[in-house]
């Protein structure tokens, strides 16, 4: 019986690509690049902040949705791929930051559930996860703690990984509208959630899939450790387009202080170098997923 199961697994992890004819991706804007190849040439498209590319190939459609950082920008994206193209399936991919101290840099989480960490409620002192608002199948208002992705695509997502001989791992992927590099944070995520990694979009198009009923699968690649060690002074380093401070000023003292801090110069070079790598390893994934090189 569990030999027969296995089979039927196999079975379906290497056709439910096959039988979807309009996949939606999505990225944020420079994690998408590796895959861009795909779409040398192909139709571009705008919702918003959303840029789109539509390609054709054989009797499928893809559409690829590099989106800015964050949860909400995450959920735009979903939802024009699913609205505005028609996408009957969601792979999100890109980098992650490593929760369990045991992950290298590189190695390959695939999402089997997605939690968005920074929903719920503030009691006193104490925040108690909540998970997010949605309707249930009678149309009542519930919370939602997790979400469940197509067990067929992790399946097909963790066989393309092991066959690039990359370590991969399959398991639950936290977000939140942070970016989290912090070692008390970084702990207490692991242990509240049981999860391996953290990024800021993968719960977003997991919960947009759901509200469609649609299957969705999160890739991501280990860019860091999400913990103290990669801490700089980020307000001196991001422009912020709501305050009165002249760009040449802004650009004056982000210079400054790279030319000051050599530590975070250092820091952010490791820190893009870890993105490119992990971003390179996940959109292998997908391209060997797409491809049906299983």
Not at 25 to 38: D, F, K, S
Not at 133 to 148: L, N, P, Q
Not at 232 to 255: C, I, K, P
Request: charge should be neutral; proline fraction near 2%.
């Amino acid at each position: 019986m569990i030999v027969l199961t296995g089979i039927i697994d196999l079975w379906y992890s290497i056709d439910v690509l096959a039988d979807t004819r309009r996949i939606g991706l999505l990225a944020v804007e420079g994690e998408a690049q590796p895959l861009l190849a795909i779409f040398q040439g192909a139709a571009r498209d705008r919702q918003g902040e959303v840029v789109l590319h539509v390609t054709d190939t054989g009797n499928r459609r893809l559409i690829l949705a590099e989106v800015l950082q964050g949860p909400v920008h995450a959920a735009l994206g979903a939802q024009a791929l699913i609205a505005r193209h028609g996408a009957r399936c969601l792979i999100c991919f890109g980098s992650a930051g490593a929760l369990d101290p045991s992950l290298a840099q590189g190695e390959v989480i695939i999402g089997q559930r997605a939690v968005a960490h920074d929903a719920g409620l503030f009691l006193g002192s104490r925040f108690l996860p909540g998970g997010v608002m949605v309707r249930d199948t009678k149309g009542r208002i519930a919370r939602r703690r997790w979400f469940d992705a197509s067990h067929e695509l992790v399946h097909e997502a963790l066989a393309v990984a092991r066959a690039s001989d990359w370590p991969a791992r399959v398991g639950t992927v936290a977000s939140g509208n942070q970016a989290v590099f912090a070692s008390r944070r970084r702990d207490w995520l692991r242990h509240t959630f049981d999860a391996l990694a953290v990024d800021m979009e993968t719960a977003a198009v997991a919960q947009v899939a759901a509200g469609h009923n649609l299957p969705w699968v999160a890739v991501r690649a280990i860019s860091d450790a999400a913990g103290d060690e990669q801490i700089v002074d980020y307000d001196r380093l991001q422009r912020t387009v709501d305050d009165d401070v002249a760009e040449w000023r802004r650009q004056l003292a982000r210079g400054w202080y790279l030319m000051s801090h050599p530590f975070a110069r250092r820091r952010l070079r490791r820190l893009q170098q870890g993105i490119s790598l992990a971003a390179m390893r996940a959109a292998h994934v997908v391209e060997a997923m797409l491809m049906g090189e299983v």
